[in-house]
């Protein structure tokens, strides 16, 4: 399982698990403190103008102890709908291309190809996203 965290620019943080691992809130929890210090060394701004996840509602991410930590450091969670792939830049952006490429290619040098244009898309496209979702009242988004 592979839980990749990026930004307009480029992917902050690739945590992979080990074969046969399952994610809990506690290595959640511990993945985001990892990604709180490759922040503080790749994109300090960040932290002082806030950080925004996007989450579903899966147990790792609504857990107390990940929500706690969430509150402890004042990250805002943007959610989405279930079933909603469209609102998901990783579901829809980052992993349809990342499947194509693979054959046989390690994440990390499959990344480090993208240029700067590609995460930036990837984010700008939650806006439109997000006006379906709106304009449907939060009814499944459809491309």
């Not at 939650?126 to 709106?134: A, E, F, V």
Request: proline share 5%.
């Amino acid at each position: 399982m592979a839980t990749v965290f990026w930004d307009v620019k480029r992917v902050i943080l690739l945590n992979i698990l080990p074969q046969g691992e399952c994610i809990n809130a506690a290595k959640y929890s511990s993945t985001l403190g990892r990604l709180r210090d490759a922040i503080r060394c790749k994109r300090p701004g960040l932290l002082r103008r806030g950080v925004v996840l996007q989450h579903d509602k899966a147990t790792p991410h609504s857990a107390r102890l990940t929500q706690q930590w969430l509150q402890r450091y004042s990250w805002e969670i943007l959610h989405h709908p279930a079933h909603s792939p469209d609102l998901a830049p990783s579901d829809f952006h980052l992993f349809v291309p990342l499947k194509r490429h693979l054959g046989g290619m390690a994440f990390e040098n499959w990344f480090a190809q993208l240029d700067l244009d590609f995460f930036r898309l990837g984010i700008y496209s939650l806006l439109s996203s997000w006006k379906k979702c709106i304009d449907l009242h939060g009814d499944y988004v459809e491309k």
